[in-house]
């Protein structure tokens, strides 16, 4: 009885024991279980960590790279903002240029116009006194026209000289001498004599029609000049010989025609020619 009461204490504690090992135990194993979950988290952790911060380097890379390429675009939009707004101010500078080009040729072009209204103002008026300067002859002898501006008096062989000869006849110097007269009282006026002849070749003095025009031309230069006192720097002669025939040459009346001295009368274009040449010039700048 005393042993059995011994013995109960002690089968007490064994039990106890044992049961408090086993509650270790388990603790033990779910400790360990824990660890190795807790171990595994940590290797899946650190792997997620090296993926993370690849993909932190990675994006940093690409950050940069679009930092970089951002900074490019900006320059480059930067250069085509000022180029454009260069452009743009060449481009106003130019219309402005432009604009003022148009109203200096639209002046110019007015000028001119009134320039050649008064040419042929001129011309008219210069036909008219010529007209009535050489009144008393008849169209046998001379006739008045007017071409490209200028005014042609066209005086035939049988007014100014005998046949085949260069020497100015009476009635021809009373001729010269009232179309001298009208030159004089108009200096603005260029004179041009061209002797022209038919085409039946020269017999005599002369070696041929050029010779025989030329000599024509000149006696009546020589007595406009020196017996009428007309400016010689005004005064040009020529020779057309039997090539620029106003009529057939084939009839005696043809031929007669074609035998003549014309006395070419253009007023002076020194104030047109000029206003020509600085058109020229500007519109070469």
Known sequence: MKVNKLLSPFLIF?????FTS???????????????RLQQDSTQLVSRISNLEQGLSSLQGTYKELQSNREKLQQQLDATRQEA???LQDASTRLNMSQAQIAD???????LQALIDQQRKNTQELRKKKNDALEGFNSEELTVSTKNGKVYVSLQE???FPSGSAVVNPKGKQALGKLAEVLNINPDINVE???????IPMKGKYADNWELSVARSTAIVRILTTTYNVDAARVTASGRSKYEPVDANSTAAGRARNRRTEIILEPKLDQLMQLIQGEAGSGGQ
């Open 105 to 111: 040729q639209q002046k110019r072009l007015e000028q």
């Open 158 to 160: 049988n007014l100014l």
């Open 14 to 18: 064994v039990v106890a024991l044992l």
């Open 193 to 199: 004599i061209e002797g022209h002849t038919d085409s």
């Open 22 to 36: 086993c509650v270790a135990k388990r603790h033990l194993l779910s400790a360990e279980e824990q660890i190795r």
């Open 85 to 87: 707004t260069s452009r």
